[in-house]
């Protein structure tokens, strides 16, 4: 069964840093895309950032290009974002999610870890 | 960007009716484009992919149609579970772009 669990959610201040890891198992977790897909409170759903299963390839948001870092360890199973420069706008639960292959449709989802940025 | 837009933002139907919901796209994306449902608190849940291909496991009551700009989801016989919010994305370019969501009540 697959499954994603995302951790390092939590309240940090304006300015402020926080990395969101994603524990996948349940797959050969090296052999698909991942994402993170963001929701803040009341609104819908936003794509933040891909990467390829090998890394090659990394897009981002424009809402957060230049302050995110989205990163993977394959031999640990596991997907990063690493967020810097934070503001209130980032507020939201931050979903990783894997594509079914290649670049695809969204298959599967973690239960999504809390962001609140706020002083 | 590809924009996105989808409507109703809120459709409120009683059980047993059928519902559409739409998303337009801004440029063509042939057929890349997915539907997911949202329930409150909840991950979302892909049910559609490849406009028209139901994901294992969803019910067939669950159709999509659709190609290039134009896209529906239509639930043929509304069920008390599927009052959710539903999204449209697009896979075809980056950055990938969800739809504004629609909200189904109970009428």
């Known amino acids: 069964e697959v499954q994603l669990v995302e951790s390092g959610g939590g309240l940090v201040k304006p300015g402020g840093s926080l990395r969101l890891s994603c524990a996948a198992s349940g797959f050969t977790f090296s052999s698909y895309s991942m994402n993170w897909v963001r929701q803040a409170p009341g609104k819908g759903l936003e794509w933040v950032s891909s990467?390829?299963?090998?890394?090659?390839?990394?897009y981002y948001a424009d809402s957060v290009k230049g302050r995110f870092t989205i990163s993977r360890d394959n031999a640990k199973n596991s997907l990063y974002l690493q967020m810097n420069s934070l503001r209130a706008e980032d507020t939201a639960v931050y979903y990783c999610?894997?594509?079914?292959?290649?670049?695809?449709?969204?298959?599967?989802w973690g239960q999504g870890t809390l962001v609140t940025v706020s002083s | 960007v590809i924009w996105m837009t989808q409507s109703p933002s809120l459709l409120s139907a009683s059980t047993g009716d059928r519902v559409t919901i739409s998303c337009r796209m801004s440029?063509?994306?042939?057929?890349?484009l997915a539907w997911y449902q949202q329930k409150p608190g909840k991950a979302p849940e892909l049910l559609i992919y490849?406009?028209?291909t139901l994901q294992s496991g969803v019910p067939s009551r669950f159709s999509g149609s659709g190609s290039g700009t134009d896209f529906t989801l239509t639930i043929s016989c509304l069920q008390s579970e599927d009052f959710a919010t539903y999204y449209c994305?697009?896979?075809?370019?980056?950055?990938?772009?969800f739809g504004q969501g629609t909200k189904v009540e109970i009428k």
């Open positions: 440029q063509g994306i042939s057929s890349y």
């Open positions: 999610a894997r594509e079914s292959s290649g670049w695809s449709p969204f298959q599967h």
């Open positions: 990467i390829s299963s090998s890394s090659s390839y990394i």
């Open positions: 490849a406009a028209s």
């Open positions: 994305q697009q896979y075809y370019s980056f950055p990938r772009t």
